[in-house]
């Protein structure tokens, strides 16, 4: 009851500055303040955290081919209750030079997730001209400090970054959430960015993947780090006159410590409000297991078989077969180097033989080049 008090006052103090310049949303210890230009700043409500930057700044851009959009009039505001919380709608306005677009946000406070802002946006063109479309940005947030920042940027790539690193001047790294390499890609679709004091983080709270960036930057002679949301189109997407644009749905959250806290508070959202929940593991699956990519691509059988006793001596349950046994990646076929179907059934058969058990890898959904499988078994 005490939250739900709480989140009433917070709605209460919003609704009452509607007719200001400014307004604010606020949930446990975040609070979102939003400028007549829609522009916003994100505000922790813990004593110990000073403010993450003085400015309100342009949290949201269209950039096109023709011009940026980053600003809009705040024209209307409304409060909603939603299934997961209470919340506020925005509508605000852009027109210059034939160019019209009309922003639709709604911001949600979800009950149960206090420090937690979850946003969804939409964009109409209202103009007379179409626009062919670069990129769209989301979220923008930067945190200043005299002192180090560091981040949590969880996504894959065939360098194996350190997920966690200190963002010092001249920093940038993109973070693409599709395919970074042939067989490295996806990752944790949010980043964070915390001092001593405090951090926040943004992301999405989408069921299923988004091929987004989430791009981190720190331009030398400046004192604070930039993370946002952004989805680019290489092609160019026209956004015709008339059409509209729903973007994916996000959140921005702030917390005390590292990045454990907003990892914890996202984990839980997904699992609530979004239907993510993990099977449960198989017993099986804690067991170690050796895999033969210490030899790499090139491997040969007999320097695994060479290597069996060791594995089991040592108390490992699995043989993992790594890449390089087969043609192509993407296909299950034998290349000429192992020696074909034979010794992959000798090899398993002395797997089997000491006790273990076998595993193979094999990457599908990244045929490189394509492989004979994919024609002969399309599914």
């Given amino acids: 009851m005490k939250r739900l008090s709480i989140l009433s006052l917070a709605f209460a103090a919003l609704l009452a500055g509607c007719g200001s310049s400014k307004i604010e949303i606020t949930n446990g210890d975040i609070t979102l303040q939003i400028n007549g230009k829609m522009q916003s ?23 096109a081919e023709e011009l940026t959009i980053d600003k809009w009039n705040l024209d209307k505001k409304s409060k ?143 004192s604070g780090a930039t993370m946002k949301l952004e989805r680019e189109w290489e092609d160019r997407a026209e956004f015709a006159v008339g059409d509209t644009l729903v973007m994916d749905r996000s959140f921005i959250a702030v917390s005390t410590g590292d990045y454990f806290e907003p990892l914890q508070l996202f984990s839980n959202y997904m699992y609530t409000h979004e239907g993510i929940t993990p099977s449960e593991s198989e017993p099986e699956a804690f067991e170690p297991v050796w895999c033969a990519w210490g030899y790499e691509r090139t491997f040969t059988v007999e320097e695994v078989l060479g290597t069996l006793d060791k594995v089991k001596e040592v108390g490992f349950k699995w043989v993992d077969i790594d890449d390089g046994y087969q043609i192509a990646e993407g296909d299950w076929d034998v290349n000429k180097r192992i020696g074909g179907d034979s010794q992959m059934r000798r090899l398993t058969r002395e797997i089997h033989k000491r006790g273990l058990k076998a595993k193979l890898w094999w990457a599908p959904s990244l045929p490189t080049p394509a492989p004979k499988c994919s024609a002969s078994t399309p599914r």
């Fill in 41 to 63: 700043r994100v505000i922790s409500n813990n004593e110990q955290t000073k403010s993450f930057h003085r400015d309100f700044l342009s949290g949201d851009a269209i950039v």
């Fill in 80 to 222: 909603l209750s939603t299934e997961r919380g209470e919340a506020i709608e925005l509508q605000g306005s852009f027109h210059k030079n034939g160019y019209g677009v009309e922003k639709i946000q709604t911001i949600i406070a979800p009950e149960g997730f206090e420090g937690m802002l979850l946003v969804e946006t939409k964009y109409v063109n209202t103009g007379e001209k179409p626009m062919r479309l670069k990129s769209i940005e989301q979220n923008r947030v930067v945190v200043d400090s005299d002192e180090v920042i560091w981040s949590f940027q969880p996504t894959s790539t065939s360098a194996r970054a350190n997920w966690i690193l200190p963002v010092e001047e001249g920093f940038y790294q993109e973070n693409y959430l599709g395919m970074n390499n042939c067989d490295y890609g996806g990752g944790i679709p949010f980043v964070t960015l915390w001092r001593r004091d405090g951090g926040v983080s943004v992301g999405l709270v989408e069921p299923v993947l988004k091929t987004i960036n989430m791009p981190i930057e720190r331009i030398a002679g400046t």
